[in-house]
């Protein structure tokens, strides 16, 4: 009995092999070697650094592109691109001088190159949710909530975890979870993802602020500062749009540190965050019945939140936040 499951066990093996193997097609004598004991699976394959900047190349289009999102220089991306058609015996793009095009061959094998991504992408969250509860923990978060609101109220407890090291990533932009950019996303609006496990912490409120002597200036002669995503479509963008009905912007920036002291310089009116603006005595509150409010979600990868320090942090995280939810609004 125990024989035979034993070589049950051992066919179940083999055949996962093949089928992982299978991923990447057979470019004649190039990838497979007769084996003796299994010709099935080939003997030399292509290197995995090889692959990942052959799918950076084919995602941004450009060398320049591709080598500062991967962090190398160009040559390393031109130089590993090189070593995998050679290794392959085809040729993968096409080098004209603005960007580099995939060939018909290389367009082919984006499919088979982005199945190995997302494997190997699994094999490293599954590896990471077996760690223990000490070691980094990335958290990307909006950068002002980062620093104005979130690393205050985190501190006291961080103090007592001295094994967590926590990096706190003020991003703008939505960190990719899938890839590893961070373990845990705090993002105003659900995350578009919905592989990620999410939830939603509070609600953000904004209002307009200004300086004093706005206050005395008729509301029809008010002028704007307009954060730079706010001429998109998102509820801060409507609100202000709303709300201006017309009247003239006299600034803008991408930061709302930025546009605070834009702010309170006396630029014009603002719209933002109650928890940056309200205890500012640079500033008052104006136009009393108008503000939005966005909602805060904490977004994590499934496999990664099996990992003890990465549930720690993210119920730290999220307790603290909701405890001062009231502070937010």
Known sequence: MDSRM???????????????????????????QKNTTDSRLPSALPDWNGIRYFLEVARLGTLSAAARALD?????????IATLEQHLGLHLFDRLPQAWRL?????????YARRLEEEALALAHAAHAHGTTSGPVRVSAPPIFASRFLLP?????????????????GEAREANLARREADIALRLGRPADERLAGRPLANVGYGFYAHPRWGEVAEVDWRFLRHGDEDGGGDTARCLREFAAGRSVAFASNDLLILCEAACAGLGVAL???????????????????????PLWLAIHPEVRRSPRVAWASGLIGDTVMAAASELV
């Open 153 to 169: 109220r985190l501190a006291p407890a961080l103090a007592l975890a001295p094994a967590i090291q926590l990096q706190l990533l």
């Open 72 to 80: 190398v220089e160009h040559t390393t991306v031109a130089r590993r």
């Open 6 to 32: 034993a070589v049950f066990r051992w066919e179940r093996a083999s055949s996962l092999v093949v089928r992982i193997y299978a991923v990447i097609p057979r470019f004649g004598t190039t990838l497979v």
């Open 272 to 294: 933002l965050p109650h928890f940056l603006a309200r205890d500012d005595r640079r500033l008052v509150a104006l136009a009393s019945g108008w503000g939005v409010q966005r």
């Open 103 to 111: 060939t018909c061959e290389g367009e082919s094998l984006v499919p």
